[in-house]
């Protein structure tokens, strides 16, 4: 079994590889009209979403071997469905043909401080690897694959990104020709949203792409959450796009925006492993909270991750 410094090892390699191939980044999911194939990675047996970094890294696996459906289950779960996990084709190296996703789980225990003799409460992170298959990857999975992609006809239904934004409550005031997120201050004011009209974005969804990076920085100081200012656009990164996988929005190819942070996001993953576990789950639960608003109780249910079979 690998120690949790080789599991983190291990996960940050598949994503910095990504990152340096160019291309959509891990985070971006590229758009589907099949169903089956739109959205973030759901388990198949249980029906919720993968969260943390799970979605990361079956995105990477996804790219590599070329699959398309978004139902994912471990080998048990898919023959409890009925379906059988085909066998490892020749060119593909073993040990590489299931995907190896993470548990990440934060633990807490009872340590004595040496300067107080005090009893003090130490958290660390338990990580627990399983093996997930792709439905692609199933004989008998068919109500899970995407078969054939319906011809689309070019329509976004961006309400259910309305629906979202609005029910945040957030104060989000248009003008303007550059996006921010004008935090609290001391003495009073700001907590607020600036937004160009949507008329001045190029294409429509680039708008609520901007909408919920900055309702991620919104998010920050309702979470408690602290870091640098690069850390906190990779967080508003993930998340966003994880939001947008959720309300259908496709994601943009254009890097832009983030182009400038990309080699420090190397950089920074390189240097501490654990990064890119804190940052996703980070991203993730900001994903959570900001639709949560929007959410209905059976959407809101708990993450995949915890639930492992």
Sequence with gaps: MPSQTEIRIKITAQIIEALEAGGLPPWRTPWASHPNGRGLPVNASTGRRYSGINPLILQVSARRHGFRSKFWATFN????????????????????????????????????????????????????????????????????????????????????????????????????????YRRPAEGGGGDFIMMPHKFLFEMEREYYATAMHELAHWSEVRLNWTGSYALGELRAEIASAYMLAELGVPQSDDLSNCQSYLSWWVSALREDPACILRISTGASRTADFVLGFSRSREDAEEPEEALVG
Excluded: N
Excluded at 137 to 161: C, K, L, N
């Design 77 to 180: 779960q898919w023959k409890d469905l009925g379906c059988s996990v085909m066998a490892r084709p020749a060119h593909v190296a073993p040990g590489a043909w299931g995907t190896t996703a993470i548990l990440y789980k934060p633990i807490s225990k009872t340590e004595i401080d040496k300067k107080t003799g005090q009893e003090k409460e130490k958290a660390f992170p338990l990580l627990r690897t399983f093996t997930l298959f792709c439905a692609d990857q199933v004989t008998g999975a068919g109500a899970w694959q995407v078969q054939d992609e319906p011809v689309h006809d070019g329509f976004i239904d961006y309400e259910p990104a309305e629906i979202a934004i609005k029910a945040t409550g957030a104060d989000i005031r248009h003008g303007g020709d550059r996006a921010c």
